[in-house]
Nanobody, 127 residues
Framework: QVQLVESGGGLVQPGASLRLSCVASGTTFTNDNMGWFRQAPGKDREFVAT????????HYTDSVKGRFTISRSNAKNTVYLQMYSLKPEDTAVYYCAAGTTGHHISEYDRPGRYHNWGQGTQVTVSS
C-alpha cells in the first residue's frame, strides 16, 4: 500500500522560510516523478513543483520560481520543498504526489499524472 506523509507545515510571517518533507512508502520511489501541489480555501488544487526520478529535471509554477526549490533523496524515499520569502498568497494545504515517470517534465503540472497523494500539510503565512 502506497503511503505519502507530508510534514513541515506551520504558521510563519511573511518573508520567512519553511521546508516541507514527504516520505514515501510502499512504492518504487526511484521510478516516480514527485510533485507538490497546494490548495487554498475556496480554490482549486494548484501545481507547485515537480522533480524527475534522477533529480535532473524540475519544473515550477511561475509564482514560486526563484523562491521555492524541490529536491529529493532517493536513499530516504523523501521529497522536499524548500520555501523562501513566503507570501500570504502561499497560504494553502500542501500535498505531495507520486506519478509514473515517462512524460516530459512539463506534463507533471497536471493532477492526472499522479497516482498517489498524501494527506497534506497546512502552511499559513500571516503577520
Amino acid at each position: 500500500q502506497v503511503q505519502l506523509v507530508e510534514s513541515g507545515g506551520g504558521l510563519v510571517q511573511p518573508g520567512a522560510s519553511l521546508r516541507l518533507s514527504c516520505v514515501a512508502s510502499g512504492t518504487t520511489f526511484t521510478n516516480d516523478n514527485m510533485g507538490w501541489f497546494r490548495q487554498a480555501p475556496g480554490k482549486d488544487r494548484e501545481f507547485v513543483a515537480t522533480i524527475s526520478p534522477s533529480s535532473l529535471s524540475t519544473h515550477y509554477t511561475d509564482s514560486v520560481k526563484g523562491r521555492f526549490t524541490i529536491s529529493r533523496s532517493n536513499a530516504k524515499n523523501t521529497v522536499y520543498l524548500q520555501m523562501y520569502s513566503l507570501k500570504p498568497e502561499d497560504t494553502a494545504v500542501y500535498y505531495c504526489a507520486a506519478g509514473t515517470t515517462g512524460h516530459h517534465i512539463s506534463e507533471y503540472d497536471r493532477p492526472g499524472r499522479y497516482h498517489n497523494w498524501g494527506q497534506g500539510t497546512q502552511v499559513t503565512v500571516s503577520s
